[in-house]
């Protein structure tokens, strides 16, 4: 029997066809412990922005402050990057 946790998938921005910013909480089981770990991460093919990865943080079960922190930084970062190329 698998007691795998399912990932939180959390926010996606499709910035421009080549950039995207993605935010979820990772389930992990290792030998220490379970545990959530949120992260964005910025996927880039554009040569402007390289690829990026931000944690928040981790917790064993599902956290509300690191999920409200995860959406706060991955708005700043999408909209920061809209700036940073000129769209909207």
């Not at 093919?45 to 981790?58: A, E």
Request: glycine fraction near 4%; include cysteine.
């Amino acid at each position: 029997m698998d007691d795998r946790k399912p990932n939180i998938r959390i926010m996606q921005t499709q910035i421009t066809p080549e950039i995207r910013v993605s935010t979820a909480g990772i389930f992990y089981d290792e030998q220490w412990g379970e545990r959530f770990q949120y992260e964005t991460w910025c996927f880039s093919d554009d040569p402007r922005q390289k690829d990026l990865q931000i944690i928040h943080g981790s917790n064993s079960s599902v956290c509300f402050y690191l999920l409200k922190k995860s959406i706060k930084i991955h708005r700043y970062i999408s909209n920061n990057l809209k700036r940073k190329l000129s769209i909207e």
